[in-house]
């Protein structure tokens, strides 16, 4: 598992909107952190959509600041 792909779908995702996942990050990067509850998921495999959870939102946050970015 790559954590900059991980890392960078967490940051590109909103709580508010359903989007897309980045560019260079697919259905298995996603796979992991639906399974531990940091991002939602709906749709079928063409048109999967994405948005954080509470527990999502608070990880990135955390690794902002943790990075010097928050």
Do not use: F
Not at 27 to 52: C, F, M, S
Not at 57 to 66: D, I, P, Q, T, W
């Amino acid at each position: 598992m790559n954590q900059q792909r991980l890392w960078c779908l967490l940051s590109a995702l909103d709580r508010r909107a359903w989007q897309r996942s980045p560019k260079g990050t697919g259905l298995k990067t996603a796979n992991i952190p639906v399974e531990h509850g940091l991002i939602l998921a709906r749709g079928d495999w063409r048109q999967k959509r994405y948005r954080l959870t509470a527990l999502g939102g608070e990880a990135v946050s955390l690794h902002a600041n943790k990075q010097g970015k928050g």
